[in-house]
């Protein structure tokens, strides 16, 4: 299968909600990264982890590489976070070799 | 000021013709890669670099060449475009870590 397998594919919520987007991997991964595409096609860098949970304001990432997934947890959604979130991991074997989830296209409806 | 700059942000070619898409990094990163955009496909890897002289290949090399002749530069060369190479492409160069710092995209549209 896919290495980097991203859920949902589509995602629609409500000013205010909160949700979460998955990514599980094949593999072992060394690291992962979340990014937000806006609608101008920029791709903005959320986080990058190589264990654990960070945190950035209403955003909240996990990676656990034993278990072999990574999530993205938005709270309290605003419009500005509508766009494509991706996830991109890196085999731990050292190759340098980073690959995408297919991505989450995330609708906030006012 | 940008760390990653792409050019040209956007071009139309001709099928058959020659295309080079342009990559330069003002991070000092070894690793560089060059990744294509298409819906329903997210992104993905077509080659990408350890450092100046190296290049290696992606997920979906068939088609396209790449060139890194220095450490702040790494173009992908399409020798033959075809109109399934149309497309948007990413270039990024990545820490040793593995974290990616995007450009902002070229727009390829091949006739």
């Known amino acids: 299968g896919m290495p980097v397998e991203q859920n949902p594919p589509a995602l629609s919520l409500y000013e205010g909600a909160d949700s979460g987007l998955r990514c599980n991997f094949s593999?072992?991964?060394?690291?992962v990264q979340w990014f937000q595409q806006n609608h101008r096609g920029r791709l903005i860098t959320l986080f990058y982890?190589?264990?654990g949970t960070k945190e950035n304001g209403r955003l909240k990432s996990t990676f656990n590489s034993k278990e072999r997934y990574s999530t993205l947890h938005i709270k309290d959604a605003q419009l500005e976070d509508s766009g494509t979130y991706f996830c991109?991991?890196?085999?731990?074997?050292?190759?340098?070799?980073?690959?995408f989830g297919a991505g989450t296209k995330l609708t906030i409806k006012p | 000021e940008a760390a990653v700059t792409q050019s040209p942000r956007n071009k139309v070619a001709v099928t058959g013709g020659k295309v080079t898409l342009s990559c330069n990094q003002t991070?000092?990163?070894?690793?560089m890669y060059w990744y294509r955009q298409d819906t329903g496909h997210g992104l993905r890897l077509i080659h990408y670099?350890?450092?100046?002289?190296?290049?290696e290949k992606g997920d979906i090399p068939d088609g396209y060449k790449a060139s890194r002749p220095s450490q702040e530069n790494f173009s992908l060369i399409l020798e033959l475009a075809t109109p399934s190479q149309t497309s948007v492409y990413f270039c990024?160069?990545?820490?040793?870590?593995?974290?990616?710092?995007f450009g902002e995209g070229s727009k390829l549209t091949v006739l």
């Open positions: 990024a160069s990545g820490e040793d870590t593995g974290q990616l710092y």
């Open positions: 593999t072992t991964m060394k690291s």
């Open positions: 982890l190589a264990q």
């Open positions: 991109a991991a890196e085999v731990d074997y050292g190759n340098e070799k980073i690959t």
């Open positions: 991070n000092n990163h070894n690793n």
């Open positions: 670099s350890y450092g100046a002289g190296s290049t």
